[in-house]
């Protein structure tokens, strides 16, 4: 065969070349990491990429950050120590920033335990691997440590009494309303908000503030339509009433996730086969002072193709105070939150912080799972609240609480003076008390 016959083949097969290649990239961009799942899986491979790394890392820093003695600080070095060098740079900064945030929470300023800390920077990679993973969180929520004063005595000279501070974690990262209750008016008095950090706001009632008055009875802290704080507002001669502390735990509740879908077509085939799920839950406690409810949300998503996904909400009443009584505080943390990847049938239990003393997971079963199979079960921890009388008057932990806080005037002293009959103490008090007694 002359050079003249074979060239024509030559330039077909460089054509044919060229077309493959163009084929490849073209499946490459447009299908991305799925297309090399693919071949992977045509080649029976199982090697790990960067983000499945860094998903495992994140794994061992949520599990250590689960020990109530470990240094939040020292697992989150850790985690950033051990990600894969070519883990996507975003991964990396998130939790660089995650744990920027919470050192600068550890100043003076800050109010809260080091036990919130480690469990709110648990709670940030628990969203950080969501993400990686393209699951759904509940919104992120500010939380609340200390408020001070916890209430505003209006015998006080105005300038004792010109702020309220709050001191908490993610002030910055979502919109807060601040409401005064005036008789049955609600003024917005948000423009009076200051956020000098993310763990830090503070509420001017100066000259230059918010306008207290004698009709003044509350401030309310709102997010998402959700009262999230009240601070009483002591009109001078104000009618005292008694507080009660009640002890209770509540009986267990348990959720299954439902299977989850995206416009127009539902995600996976329900079932799991081996694949996870990674298991998310997250539990609030909601004051509506005349009950006490938990608000439980629950994801379960397949860590390998096809990506099946399953998520539920409820809300359950776990609490109702007696007759002629309000629920004026829960004295305990009100939020917990727990996730783990499955790798059996079998039910998992792992111990849990604030309200709940232990989590109870089904991920992976026998045959399909969304439905069937996969659930949680919340065991609560004893709960207690401060409870006080319904009406028109101003608890006796309350009044305490803002003298320990030194946020109180000798009218009000001599209030108290007068009323022997009624037992001043906080919250703080009162559990010392309990414990001398036991």
């Not at 070349?17 to 029976?44: A, P």
């Amino acid at each position: 065969m002359g050079k003249s016959s074979i060239r024509p083949l030559y330039s077909n097969f460089i054509r044919m070349k060229k077309s493959i290649v163009l084929i490849m990239f073209t499946v490459f961009v447009v299908s991305g990491c799925d297309f090399i799942d693919k071949i992977k899986e045509f080649l029976g491979m199982t090697v790990p990429n960067a983000t499945e790394e860094a998903v495992a890392v994140i794994d061992r820093g949520i599990s250590e950050l689960s020990v109530a003695s470990a240094d939040w600080q020292d697992v989150l070095t850790g985690v950033l120590e051990d990600l894969p060098e070519d883990v996507q740079s975003t991964i990396r900064t998130e939790v660089s920033e995650l744990m920027q945030r919470g050192i600068a929470t550890t100043g003076t300023e800050l109010r809260c335990n080091v036990d919130f800390l480690r469990i709110r920077m648990r709670q940030g990679l628990e969203r950080i691997k969501a993400r990686i993973l393209g699951t759904e969180l509940p919104p992120l929520e500010p939380q609340l440590c200390q408020v001070v004063p916890s209430a505003i005595d209006m015998s006080l000279n105005q300038n004792r009494r010109n702020k309220i501070e709050f001191f908490g974690y993610d002030f910055d990262r979502t919109e807060i309303t601040v409401l005064l209750i005036e008789g049955n008016r609600q003024i917005d008095i948000s423009r009076n908000l200051d956020r000098p950090s993310h763990y830090h706001m503070t509420l001017n009632l100066g000259s230059s503030g918010a306008n207290l008055t004698a009709q003044s009875s509350r401030i309310i802290l709102k997010w998402g339509g959700r009262e999230i704080s009240s601070i009483g507002i002591i009109q001078p001669e104000p009618n005292i009433c008694q507080t009660r502390m009640d002890n209770f735990r509540p009986a267990n509740v348990s959720l299954m996730p439902a299977h989850a879908t995206k416009p127009g077509k539902s995600r996976g085939d329900k079932e799991f086969d081996g694949h996870g799920p990674y298991m998310y839950c997250h539990v609030k406690l909601i004051n509506e002072r005349t009950r006490l409810r938990a608000k439980v949300y629950v994801t379960a998503s397949e860590t390998r193709r096809d990506w099946t996904y399953g998520k539920a909400e409820r809300i359950f009443t776990i609490y109702t105070p007696d007759p002629g009584y309000e629920i004026e505080e829960v004295i305990s943390s009100v939020v917990a939150s727990y996730s783990y990847t499955d790798n059996d049938h079998a039910e998992d239990v792992f111990a849990g912080s604030g309200p709940v003393q232990k989590f109870k997971f089904n991920g992976d079963g026998g045959g399909s799972d969304i439905g069937r199979n996969t659930k949680v079960e919340i065991q609560f921890n004893a709960l207690r609240v401060q409870l006080k009388e319904t009406g028109n008057c101003v608890s006796s932990a309350m009044i305490r609480s803002i003298q320990l806080q030194d946020a109180i005037s000798p009218v009000l002293i001599r209030k108290m003076e007068r009323t022997p009959q009624i037992r001043f103490l906080a919250p703080s008090e009162y559990q010392l008390r309990d414990s001398l007694i036991q």
